[in-house]
T-cell receptor, first 112, second 111 residues
Framework: DSGVTQTPKHLITATGQRVTLRCSPR?????VYWYQQSLDQGLQFLIQ???????AKGNILERFSAQQFPDLHSELNLSSLELGDSALYFC???????????FGPGTRLLVL | GQNIDQPTEMTATEGAIVQINCTYQ??????LFWYQQHAGEAPTFLSY????GLEEKGRFSSFLSRSKGYSYLLLKELQMKDSASYLC????????????FGAGTTVTVRA
């Protein structure tokens, strides 16, 4: 158990819908990272927040957005969902801006 | 960006040794990580190298050569539970310290 928690574990929704994924970092960690993992793409970095501020951005679609709250938990919002958004979404956290990242258990999203 | 290459699959026998190679190209190297990932589960941190040489951690060791853009993960005394995907990831200063992951090497341990 890495100490990073994510909810929900599974999510099934329809195309065009919007969902919110939630992540709580390890105690004391200030950075939160979001990754997408699909079968044909591997683990892709989406976005990083550090102490409430956006720190780095990867190949995140405009339909996706994230934020980190004052209590350091983070949410990833996915809107106008498409079939291709079906994937595992992982959150990771680290103490600072570039230390070792520890991953949560992931949210498996299925868009039908 | 980074090009990170690792073999797609490897098979080994229980009790044996397997070496997973990773080569990378990056403009601002700032560390290389190895993660283990069982199917459908979270990646689990195994090792970190930032200086050249070998880091040993129990049955797992990781080696880095920065001049060659090369690392390997050595798994000794293989156990069935070591069957998993092993991900090589590189951190790049010139890329906001982002971690870029290789596609992973699926290791299958056979009895």
């Amino acid at each position: 158990d890495s100490g990073v928690t994510q909810t929900p574990k599974h999510l099934i929704t329809a195309t065009g819908q919007r969902v919110t994924l939630r992540c709580s970092p390890r105690s004391g960690d200030l950075s939160v990272y979001w990754y997408q993992q699909s079968l044909d793409q591997g683990l892709q970095f989406l976005i990083q927040y550090y102490n409430g501020e956006e720190r780095a951005k990867g190949n995140i679609l405009e339909r996706f957005s994230a934020q980190q709250f004052p209590d350091l938990h983070s949410e990833l919002n996915l809107s106008s969902l498409e079939l291709g958004d079906s994937a595992l979404y992982f959150c990771a956290s680290s103490t600072g801006q570039s230390e070792t990242q520890y991953f949560g258990p992931g949210t498996r999203l299925l868009v039908l | 960006g980074q090009n990170i290459d690792q073999p797609t699959e490897m098979t080994a026998t229980e009790g044996a040794i397997v070496q997973i190679n990773c080569t990378y190209q990056t403009s601002g190297f700032n560390g290389l990580f190895w993660y283990q990932q069982h199917a459908g589960e979270a990646p689990t941190f195994l090792s970190y190298n930032v200086l050249d040489g070998l880091e040993e951690k129990g049955r797992f060791s990781s080696f880095l050569s920065r001049s060659k853009g090369y690392s390997y993960l050595l798994l000794k005394e293989l156990q069935m539970k070591d069957s998993a995907s092993y991900l090589c990831a590189v951190r790049d200063i010139s890329n906001d310290y982002k971690l870029s992951f290789g596609a992973g090497t699926t290791v299958t341990v056979r009895a």
